[in-house]
Nanobody
Framework: QVQLVESGGGLVQAGGSLRLSCAAS????????MGWFRQTPGKEREFVAA????????YYPDSVKGRFTISRDNAKNTVSLQMNSLKPEDTAVYYC????????????????????WGQGTQVTVSS
């Protein structure tokens, strides 16, 4: 079982930066792939970034590539999302997610591939 708690959201002006963190509890964190998703009212949850359990593989959609960076520290059971050059369209609730343990060391891109979710943290980018 993995429990996830996000932090670091807030209000920032366009062009600014925020760093989201996700603290995980549970013995299987280091063998779980991790991801960040975001959601706005009335829309489906959208993939933002993913990292394999070793940290050696990352993946981003074109909408955030070059601006967002995902990283993890398995010793501290944390995963982070550094967000730079933020745009108003990045405004959303951001969720941290983890897969079950025991999968291959690769990234997961779809909501259905994740088993555990945090409560979300609001990110608002003003123009």
């Amino acid at each position: 079982q993995v429990q996830l708690v996000e932090s670091g959201g807030g209000l920032v002006q366009a062009g600014g930066s925020l760093r989201l963190s996700c603290a995980a509890s549970g013995r299987t964190f280091s063998s779980s792939a991790m991801g960040w998703f975001r959601q706005t009212p009335g829309k489906e949850r959208e993939f933002v970034a993913a990292i394999s359990w070793s940290g050696g593989i990352t993946y981003y959609p074109d909408s955030v590539k070059g601006r967002f960076t995902i990283s993890r520290d398995n010793a501290k059971n944390t995963v982070s999302l550094q967000m730079n050059s933020l745009k108003p369209e990045d405004t959303a609730v951001y969720y941290c997610a983890a897969t079950r343990s025991g999968l291959s060391d690769y990234v997961r891109l779809d909501v259905s591939e994740y088993n555990y979710w945090g409560q979300g943290t609001q990110v608002t980018v003003s123009s």
